[in-house]
């Protein structure tokens, strides 16, 4: 299955976020090889919190 993204949209939604992404990965489905043709994309993230 191929999937086109859309890296405008991506790096404004990073952009929204309070606080500095530091990496996000794909889970669910598409991580493990078995989505469904419905399958939606599940993004996990780790941000950079202030330290005060």
Do not use: C, W
């Not at 405008?8 to 889970?27: E, G, H, N, R």
């Not at 399958?39 to 996990?44: A, F, H, K, N």
């Amino acid at each position: 299955m191929s999937v086109e993204i859309n890296y405008d949209l991506l790096k404004s939604i990073v952009a929204a976020q309070s606080y500095p992404l530091l990496f996000a990965t794909i889970s669910g489905a598409h991580l493990y090889g078995f989505p469904s043709p419905d399958s939606d994309y599940d993004l996990r993230g780790v941000h950079i919190l202030p330290l005060d």
